[in-house]
């Protein structure tokens, strides 16, 4: 189960609700995951998170965080 983080500036390019994104673990990576906060359908596996590149946890949700930038506005 994905537990979803709403991301303070990212925006849905379908429909322009805010973005949330949620992350899950596997053997060698954290998949990152971002969907519509409204729920419009769209959704994208955004990226990955090796699991060699962090210590804590917290370092996961920060690059996830950052990967949603490119949805948020100048």
Known sequence: ??????????????????????????????????ECNERCGWEQMTGRVLLADVDHRDDVDDRAREMGDQWSGP
């Open 1 to 34: 189960m994905i537990t979803f983080k709403k991301h303070d500036t990212a925006t849905c390019p379908d429909c322009g609700a805010s973005l949330v994104y949620g992350t899950k673990e596997e053997a060698s990576s954290w998949k990152v995951y971002y």
